[in-house]
């Protein structure tokens, strides 16, 4: 592992008495607010309604926020413990892989100044332990989103990324960030085939980025693929093992509301299709897509060896759902 990563190692690890991760993170970004110095608490902290707040980005750019390495060392020790409050140790250790590989980029193609691992930025949006507030900690292949309302937490949108998908030279070469994305996703299309269900293959070629993009909203796509109450089922519990791997890189408690969410919509409505080759080295595109959210994972770009994972929900990113539901709760009570 490269020097410029090591401080963040010793922040990563759980805490014995946990408390709720709506109270854990509250009380770190209380903290880290704490540490910071006139200037880059102005950077840090904004409204919650800031226009900023739905800036949904995972390509390489400045944002808002304060970068880490305007930090000093006290406040990167105090956002990485805001970061493990919403985080699995799982999801934890990801995202420092993915910060990892923004030093393998700036090595292959030396360029510190477009590669930095330390430009991954904080925002805080509204104040902590208000009735709504959010954060988010971004930067490149790196997306995370919270929002707080009324003492429950919305977590999409999210996006890791993984360039390379495989490093192939230098200290970390055999490194796979998102192996379990890409083997786990690429094993159910290849079962399925198996089991005649070729039309979960639903183009030949892989798209070359994932549909949802950028964009600020996310919709549903096209149904394409097999149901999930069409899979045998091993198939449909491979399926929802591999919307797990998406669920279980937050904290054990959001991971469980989010998979009660998606069930109490309807498992058996899940789509799960396939576009491209079913062969490590091949590129390939899938979609998982339920009545209220979509997966999308893609390995098209650099000869295949680059991949994009995101999960968004329709009515549910950036809190919007929430925010909706105590904006009208809150109005009702104001006309009684």
């Given at each position: 592992?490269?020097?410029?990563?090591?401080?963040?190692?010793?922040?990563?690890?759980?805490?014995?008495?946990?408390?709720?991760?709506?109270?854990?993170?509250?009380?770190?970004?209380?903290?880290?607010?704490?540490?910071?110095?006139k200037?880059?608490?102005?950077?840090?902290?904004?409204?919650?309604?800031?226009?900023?707040?739905?800036?949904?980005?995972?390509?390489?750019?400045?944002?808002?926020?304060?970068p880490?390495?305007?930090?000093?060392?006290?406040?990167?020790?105090?956002?990485?413990?805001?970061?493990?409050?919403?985080?699995?140790?799982k999801?934890?250790?990801?995202?420092?892989?993915?910060?990892?590989?923004?030093?393998?980029?700036?090595?292959?193609?030396?360029?510190?100044?477009?590669?930095?691992?330390?430009?991954?930025?904080?925002?805080?949006?509204?104040?902590?332990?208000?009735a709504?507030?959010a954060?988010?900690?971004?930067?490149?292949?790196?997306?995370?989103?919270?929002?707080?309302?009324?003492?429950?937490?919305?977590?999409?949108?999210?996006?890791?990324?993984?360039?390379?998908?495989?490093?192939?030279?230098?200290?970390?070469?055999g490194?796979?960030?998102?192996a379990?994305?890409?083997?786990?996703?690429?094993?159910?299309?290849?079962?399925?085939?198996?089991?005649?269900?070729?039309?979960?293959?639903?183009?030949?070629?892989?798209?070359?980025?994932?549909l949802?993009?950028?964009?600020?909203?996310?919709?549903?796509?096209?149904?394409?693929?097999?149901?999930?109450?069409?899979?045998?089922?091993?198939?449909?519990?491979?399926?929802?093992?591999?919307?797990?791997?998406?669920?279980?890189?937050?904290?054990?408690?959001?991971?469980?509301?989010?998979?009660?969410?998606?069930?109490?919509?309807?498992?058996?409505?899940?789509?799960?299709?396939?576009?491209?080759?079913?062969?490590?080295?091949?590129?390939?595109?899938?979609?998982?897509?339920?009545?209220?959210?979509?997966?999308?994972?893609?390995?098209s770009?650099?000869?295949?060896?680059?991949?994009?994972?995101?999960?968004?929900?329709?009515?549910?990113?950036?809190?919007?759902?929430?925010?909706?539901?105590?904006?009208?709760?809150?109005?009702?009570?104001a006309?009684?």
């Amino acid at each position: 592992m490269k020097p410029y990563l090591l401080f963040l190692i010793p922040y990563l690890a759980a805490a014995a008495d946990e408390p709720k991760p709506v109270d854990a993170m509250r009380a770190a970004a209380d903290a880290f607010v704490e540490t910071l110095g006139k200037d880059a608490r102005a950077k840090a902290c904004l409204g919650f309604s800031d226009e900023q707040r739905e800036n949904f980005r995972y390509t390489p750019r400045d944002r808002s926020g304060v970068p880490l390495k305007e930090l000093s060392e006290k406040s990167r020790e105090a956002a990485m413990k805001l970061l493990g409050a919403a985080l699995s140790e799982k999801g934890k250790h990801t995202a420092l892989e993915i910060l990892t590989l923004e030093g393998v980029l700036r090595d292959l193609e030396n360029n510190p100044g477009y590669r930095d691992p330390e430009r991954y930025f904080v925002t805080l949006f509204g104040k902590p332990g208000d009735a709504t507030w959010a954060w988010k900690f971004e930067g490149h292949h790196l997306s995370l989103n919270y929002t707080v309302a009324h003492g429950e937490v919305a977590v999409t949108p999210m996006f890791f990324g993984s360039n390379p998908a495989e490093v192939r030279q230098g200290p970390h070469k055999g490194l796979r960030v998102l192996a379990a994305e890409e083997d786990h996703a690429m094993a159910l299309a290849r079962a399925l085939i198996d089991d005649g269900m070729g039309e979960v293959v639903f183009s030949e070629k892989a798209p070359r980025e994932i549909l949802t993009g950028e964009e600020r909203k996310a919709t549903a796509l096209d149904p394409v693929g097999v149901a999930a109450a069409d899979m045998p089922a091993k198939r449909r519990e491979a399926l929802m093992e591999l919307i797990g791997i998406y669920l279980d890189r937050h904290h054990r408690v959001l991971a469980a509301a989010e998979r009660k969410r998606i069930e109490a919509a309807g498992a058996d409505k899940i789509r799960f299709g396939w576009a491209g080759g079913t062969r490590r080295g091949e590129a390939w595109y899938y979609r998982i897509q339920g009545p209220t959210f979509l997966m999308e994972g893609a390995n098209s770009q650099n000869d295949a060896n680059h991949i994009h994972t995101t999960w968004r929900a329709f009515d549910r990113d950036f809190g919007r759902d929430l925010l909706r539901e105590h904006y009208l709760e809150d109005h009702s009570e104001a006309e009684e």
